[in-house]
């Protein structure tokens, strides 16, 4: 398999999946809305998204299988499985702004090995696969050199249903703004960690995450040259919910941060 050439057509799938949304933003109606859980909810687009995300993909390696965010297809492969959310920032959809991202991952076994993230708004799609490098509408792109903890500017998202850790969780965001040059908060994770990659952000944490928030933009960072744990320190970060991702500069000064509130 070429993965370049599979990853560039992943990417064609994602934009056109983004022109779905993108034509129907600012007209989602009350009715349209399904309500999964506390704060979680899915849109008929979403939904068309996803299906015509799920048809294209399975053209390309017809035996893989899905873990998709809205369960268009549950099928199982024995190699390759797609990673999917269709609509990442489906709350922003919502309520008529950006920003929101088609978000495509490709594992082999248990390994990502492409992934692409586009983000509607700014109509831009990053990608990367396997030794490869990551990308940004043809150009290679890099995690930031920032060096030094205090002048990093991190990425978060704040927990919109499981609040067992929120206390721990505001302490930290307290430190974190006190300690840095600011915290913002997007609502999407996949433009995130996307934002990692290109230096945008120095680094992005967050708990309570689901694989198809973070497989894609996970090779993004890797292959752009960050870093990427769970709160733990340990290498758990696209099934276990949680997530640190910087460049390798400031890296342990940020794990240590996170991990000194968020695990005790």
Known sequence: MELKALSLKVAEIAKNAGKIIKDN?????????????????VTEIDKAAEKYIVAELTKLIPESGFIAEEGTSDKVGETYNWIIDPLDGTTNFIHG?????VSIALMKKSEI??????????????YAWKNGGAWLNGNRITVSSKSVFKNSLLATGFPYHDFEQLDKYIDLLKF???NTQGIRRLGSAA???AYVACGRFDGFYEYDLKPYDVAAGCILVTEAGGKLSDFAGDDDYIFGKEIVASNSEIFNDFLVNVKGYMKF
Not at 97 to 101: G, K, N, Q
């Open 176 to 178: 974190l703004t006190k």
């Open 113 to 126: 090995i492409s992934g692409v993230v586009y983000e509607v708004g700014l109509d831009e799609c990053f």
């Open 97 to 101: 702004f950006y920003p929101v991202a």
């Open 25 to 41: 933003f600012g007209q989602i109606t009350q009715s349209s809305i399904e309500t999964k859980g506390l704060n979680d909810f």
């Open 191 to 193: 433009t995130d960690l």
